[in-house]
């Protein structure tokens, strides 16, 4: 019984690890609106996940951006009185809240 779960365990986790990360995109969204411009999913390749940047001015939401984005990296900067935020993240569909 032992050597059973042992291999379904190990099944499980190899399954788990080959599957590919599948991302929201979305080209332009505005803060009235639903996605206006390139609605769809991506799946990640080697050394991608799951990117959103949102652009603030005043606090408030004016912009995002969700892809697939290799070597993605977490990141807030400002600019010309707006506020870019750059979040990645790693599991299904995960840009879609962040």
């Known amino acids: ?3 059973h779960f042992l291999i379904a365990s190990f099944l499980f ?10 991302c929201i995109t979305c080209h332009l969204r505005t803060r ?9 999913s991506c799946t990640a390749q080697k050394f991608e996940s799951c990117m ?4 603030f001015q005043d606090n ?21 009185n707006r506020t870019y935020v750059h979040k ?8 879609s809240k962040i």
Do not use: E
């Open 52 to 55: 959103s940047l949102k652009i």
């Open 13 to 22: 986790c190899f399954i788990a690890a080959v599957t590919p990360l599948k």
């Open 88 to 95: 990645c993240c790693k599991y299904n569909y995960c840009n």
């Open 60 to 80: 408030i939401l004016q912009l995002s951006y969700m892809v697939c984005q290799k070597f993605c990296r977490d990141l807030t900067f400002d600019l010309n």
């Open 1 to 3: 019984m032992d050597k």
């Open 32 to 40: 009235t609106d639903r996605c206006r411009r390139g609605f769809d």
